[in-house]
Nanobody, 117 residues
Framework: QVRLVESGGDLVQAGGTLRLSCTAS????????MDWYRQAPGKQRELVAS???????NYADSVKGRFTISRDNAKNTVLLQMNSLKPEDTAVYYC???????????WGQGTQVTVSS
């Protein structure tokens, strides 16, 4: 059974840092593009950062220069380093895996990030 398990969400003050981690099981991790999405209350889920199976990255304009996505294929893990956090970063953050050619995709259960002002 495929599982994506996120961790690292917490309550932090504005300007603080967090590192989110997502560990995948039962997939050939290196064949998947990995993403972090977030969903704030009353808002649509939005793409925050992506990293392809080849290591190319992309970021939402709202997090460029503050967030960094990375992956460790040996550990089946994707990370999201979040610096200079703002209250508007408050959301549930979800890990998403998308097979690079076959279109299979999977979601994690989410981890809550709350940034206080």
């Amino acid at each position: 059974q495929v599982r994506l398990v996120e961790s690292g969400g917490d309550l932090v003050q504005a300007g603080g840092t967090l590192r989110l981690s997502c560990t995948a099981s039962a997939i050939t991790f290196s064949l998947y593009d990995m993403d972090w999405y977030r969903q704030a209350p009353g808002k649509q889920r939005e793409l925050v950062a992506s990293i392809t199976s080849g290591g190319s990255t992309n970021y939402a304009d709202s997090v460029k220069g503050r967030f960094t996505i990375s992956r460790d294929n040996a550990k089946n893990t994707v990370l999201l380093q979040m610096n200079s956090l703002k209250p508007e970063d408050t959301a549930v953050y979800y890990c998403h895996a998308n097979h690079r050619t076959r279109g299979y995709d999977y979601w994690g259960q989410g981890t809550q990030v709350t940034v206080s002002s």
